[in-house]
């Protein structure tokens, strides 16, 4: 067969491209992985890419480590010194269903305020509910759970952030070992019932449900109801 440099150099551009995408890095926050992921799988130094689900990996602040597995020589990847230790008196906060079963609750941008995800046990903040607050400990300070406030009627679904100043609207308790968010001017089928919607860089934001839980659910939304946790450290 004839040499044809036109194809011969088609394919050679073709594969440089891809080599340059693959060794493209993936933003700070951004996704690094997943079953049909084709864009970079590197993160910035001082980042790793951790695993979310099988459709999902995110790069996050720490290193990862790896240690040998038993039998086969089988590893597995954990971030580096993992969750710190739960301190007594206060709980992590995490989802115990698909798709985001065990991530935990925490700042976008860790120990700030910033909107509340659901993210890596790695990073999972800790919590307590005290006087109708959610509270986030930082360090010694406090950050706190706020629900934006609701325009009008036809919103279904509410967005929990975290200030530095207490809720004004709204009571937080947990039933049994479930979170619940109520408001006396809101009328909701069920106080547990919570979102998690991917926003633009596909952090799982959280939002309080005001419609039926598991019944027209908002497109690319997950129904969750998110439980308090008070194992020594945030296990996957």
Known sequence: MAFNKYSYLL??????????????????WGQCGGIGWSGPTACPSGWYCSVGNPYYSQCLQGTATTTPGGGGGTTTTTASGGSATLVPGWSFIRAVADPNFH?????????????????????????QVTGGQLVQSVGGNKLYGVVESRAD???MKLKLSWSTSPATSGTFNFSGDTLEWSNPAITRPQNNAWLVCPDAQG??????????YAYQTPAGCADQTIHGYTGSTATA
């Open 153 to 155: 009627s036809t919103i």
């Open 203 to 212: 952090h799982g934001d959280v939002y309080v449900n005001l419609g039926p």
């Open 11 to 28: 394919t050679t551009v073709c594969l440089l491209a891809g080599g340059v995408a693959s060794q493209a890095t993936a933003p700070e």
């Open 103 to 127: 991530k935990y609750l925490q700042s976008e941008v860790l120990s700030t305020a910033s909107d509340a995800v659901l993210g890596s046990p790695s990073t999972a903040a800790q919590f």
